[in-house]
Each structure stands twice: as structure tokens, then as C-alpha cells.
């Protein structure tokens, strides 16, 4: 079994307040909720009224679908055109290594 890790940095231009922010990350995270089956939450810069960290996980049975799926994730995040997308890290762990 394999873990999938990813990190998305996005930023909301049109953002001018944290509720404004909290909005547009609220939909995303509904969206991706409801399409994909895996975990995606705010992780870092909260407090930030552009700027959003979003962690997702996805547990698989091959290393490569879960980074597929991933990357699926990603692009479609960019595509919703809800916030620009600057960056996108990936990290496949197999579940051993949690031991």
C-alpha cells in the first residue's frame, strides 16, 4: 500500500479579505471533496488573505496511480480557475515506512 502526498500553493488575486479567501478555499475543497475520494485541507498560511497551502492525501495500491491521481487533482484545481495555481509538490511513501 502507498501514501500520496501532495502539496498545492495556489493564490487568489481577486482576495481582499481572510473571508473573501476562506470563500473561494472552502469551494475548492468542496469540489475536489466531491469528486475525488481523498483528504484536502488548509495547511499553511492561514492567516494570509492571497496566498492558501492545500494538503491532499490519497492512499492506493500502486505508487503510480496515486501519483496520477495527484496530479489529476492538480490539474484539475487549475482548471476550476477559482485561484492560480504556483506550485505543486508530490511525495510517494509505501505505508511501511510509517512503521
Given amino acids: ?3 500520496g502526498i501532495g502539496l498545492l500553493k495556489i493564490v487568489i488575486h481577486q482576495s481582499s479579505s481572510l ?3 476562506r470563500q473561494v ?7 475536489v471533496r466531491s469528486k475525488f475520494d481523498v483528504s484536502i485541507a488548509e495547511v499553511e498560511d492561514n492567516d494570509k488573505w492571497q496566498k492558501c497551502s492545500l494538503g ?3 492512499v492506493s495500491n500502486d505508487s503510480g ?3 496520477k491521481m495527484l ?3 492538480d490539474e484539475y484545481v487549475e482548471n476550476l ?3 492560480e495555481v504556483v506550485s505543486f509538490s508530490v511525495e510517494i511513501m509505501p505505508f511501511g515506512e510509517f512503521h
Fill in 81 to 83: 480557475y477559482l485561484a
Fill in 19 to 21: 473571508k473573501e479567501k
Fill in 1 to 3: 500500500m502507498f501514501v
Fill in 65 to 67: 496511480h496515486a501519483h
Fill in 25 to 31: 478555499v472552502k469551494s475548492i475543497l468542496g469540489k
Fill in 56 to 58: 491532499i492525501t490519497v
Fill in 71 to 73: 496530479e489529476t487533482i
